[in-house]
Nanobody, 115 residues
Framework: QVQVVESGGGLVQTGGSLRLSCAASGIIFSLFAMGWYRQAPGKQRELVAD???????NYADSVKGRFTISRDNAKNTVYLQMDSLKPEDTAVYYC?????????WGQGTQVTVSS
């Protein structure tokens, strides 16, 4: 059974930083490209950043230069370092494989950036 647990969210002021973690179990983690996704109220879920099995990264234009995705296959964990946060980054953040698999969604972690 696949389990995905996101953590590290919180309330931060504009310009602040947070580091999100996503621990996955029940899969051979190193074989999956992984992504961080977010969903703001009233908006569709969007891909924020992804990382291939080989460590190549891609970012949405809205977060490029501010967010950094990384992975630790020994810990079955993917991270998202978020710097220079803006109010428009406020959302629930999820991780999943890329492409997504329906059974891999966790509960998400709330990120709120105050102005």
């Amino acid at each position: 059974q696949v389990q995905v647990v996101e953590s590290g969210g919180g309330l931060v002021q504009t310009g602040g930083s947070l580091r999100l973690s996503c621990a996955a179990s029940g899969i051979i983690f190193s074989l999956f490209a992984m992504g961080w996704y977010r969903q703001a109220p009233g908006k569709q879920r969007e891909l924020v950043a992804d990382i291939t099995t080989g460590g190549r990264t891609n970012y949405a234009d809205s977060v490029k230069g501010r967010f950094t995705i990384s992975r630790d296959n020994a810990k079955n964990t993917v991270y998202l370092q978020m710097d220079s946060l803006k109010p428009e980054d406020t959302a629930v953040y999820y991780c999943n494989s890329k492409p997504v698999r329906a059974g891999y969604w966790g509960q998400g972690t709330q990120v709120t950036v105050s102005s």
